[in-house]
């Protein structure tokens, strides 16, 4: 039997279908757009390759959207009809198992099935980059970090794909909070794979985490190879710049760098409207005219209210929804959400929790109906990581709760939530925290009517 680049079993017949393999493997790890093609023509050259098939099926899944289901389900009766015809290796097999969990609505099922390929194979970058794919729609940082960590030893110097697995080791070092060695560990990577989009992009939330606008933005315009080629991958590293540019008060730039870059695409990717929505939402609460803006997003994400597949992606729809003015579409999202809470599932229980009160709460404040608002939100949050996404993307929710909790008066709560977003930030005030807090010394000092 085969091996591939990451000395992991392959049930390939040619030498030439194991190179487009460890092509896909490669551009898999570094968000390239060619990843599609190369599986394509693994598939084409032998269309018996079971792997091949389970892995068309769990990237299809990955992508959030309700049209990928079927694809999903049409390429696991492939990679079960090619392995009931040959002998394929366990790893193979597990990769069939995990897109089974998944599409019997257990993401966690699937995580599962993955980690067990580790357990012999811990060399395989693939299944771990998989896993922590996997693991971040989940929201579950820890995971992110414990798995990377057992399979960093088997990555050494010599390893083809080490810098892949350092960007993805200091992501999850940074989403649990260990700011100075994801830096270490993201900077470092990218001496080994120098187009690591994801490794730079780990080192860039460590500067929106520790509140380091200039050194952010340097960081993103010195290293445009890491993410310049990327898939749409690169419009989030863009998004990330807009961020700092906007913590440093330059709204027009990241205004620009949405007309410009953000939606310079207008795809309806969910992680493209979760950039774009979360941004205009951060210049309105700024008190920055976005214009027109919403409607196309708005738009877009009428076309999405029964999609149902990831709690993160809803809610960024129901801010398109919100900004738009679409009050019958969000209506009907909260119809389909109060649905979807009734059933069983990973998802459906994000859905239930803390879905269906954070979705009310984004609803209350788009109707002005902040103390309400707070209140929803602020209940969300203990479980608003469950919906996935890093801290930074969620962020705008906790931006939402604290200001609905100024305009309704309530002072000392959205203190206390700023106080908590400032922990999580290792105690660094960035331009949102500092402007709050000032909002509330001043409302302190004027005398009750």
């Not at 009931?84 to 995990?98: H, K, L, N, P, Q």
């Not at 119809?335 to 954070?358: H, Y």
Request: glycine share 8%; charged share 25%; net charge negative.
């Amino acid at each position: 039997m085969k091996t591939d680049i990451c000395d992991a079993p392959v049930t390939l017949e040619h030498a030439a279908s194991v190179d487009s393999w460890n092509a896909m493997i490669r551009a898999f790890l570094a968000h390239k757009p060619a990843t599609p093609q190369h599986l394509g023509d693994v598939l084409s050259a032998e269309p018996g390759f079971a792997m091949g098939h389970a892995a068309r099926g769990l990237f299809s899944l990955m992508l959030g959207r309700a049209e990928m289901w079927q694809v999903a389900e049409d390429a696991r009766s492939a990679a079960h009809a090619a392995a009931r015809e040959a002998e394929i290796s366990t790893r193979e097999r597990t990769w069939i198992a995990a897109l089974d969990h998944w599409l019997a609505d257990s993401p966690t099922g699937a995580v599962a099935a993955l980690e067990s390929i580790l357990d012999d194979t811990p060399q395989d970058s693939l299944t771990a980059k998989a896993i922590q794919a996997i693991r971040f729609i989940l929201g579950d940082a820890a995971g992110m970090r414990s798995s990377v960590e057992r399979v960093m030893p088997a990555h050494p110097c010599d390893h083809p794909l080490r810098g892949y697995m350092m960007g993805c080791h200091a992501f999850a070092i940074e989403e649990t909070g260990d700011y100075a060695a994801a830096e270490l560990a993201g900077r470092a990577g990218l001496t080994y794979a120098p187009d690591d989009a994801w490794g730079l992009h780990a080192v860039a939330h460590v500067h929106d985490m520790r509140a380091e606008p200039d050194a952010g933005i340097a960081l993103i315009e010195d290293h445009r190879s890491a993410w310049d080629g990327s898939n749409n991958f690169r419009y989030h590293v863009w998004w990330h710049k807009a961020l700092l540019h906007l913590d440093r008060g330059e709204m027009d730039t990241a205004l620009d760098l949405y007309d410009s870059q953000i939606r310079a695409d207008r795809t309806d990717d969910y992680r493209d409207i979760a950039n774009a929505t979360s941004l205009l939402m951060r210049l309105e609460l700024e008190g920055r005219d976005v214009g027109k803006r919403w409607e196309e997003l708005g738009t877009l994400a009428e076309t999405r209210i029964d999609d149902g597949c990831l709690v993160f992606a809803d809610l960024h729809y129901q801010l398109a929804l919100a900004g738009a003015g679409k009050g019958e579409a969000s209506a009907a999202m909260a119809a389909r959400f109060a649905r979807d809470a009734k059933k069983t599932g990973d998802m459906a229980t994000r859905v239930a929790d803390p879905g269906v009160t954070a979705l009310s709460g984004l609803n209350a404040f788009a109707e002005g109906r902040y103390g309400e608002a707070f209140t929803r939100l602020a209940k969300a949050r203990p479980k608003m990581q469950t919906i996935g996404g890093s801290h930074a993307q969620r962020d705008v929710f906790e931006r939402m709760t604290i200001d609905a909790g100024l305009r309704a008066g309530h002072f000392d709560a959205a203190e206390q939530v700023l106080l908590e977003r400032l922990a999580l930030r290792g105690g660094r005030e960035d331009r949102f925290a500092a402007t709050r807090f000032d909002q509330i010394a001043r409302a302190r000092r004027i005398p009750a009517q």
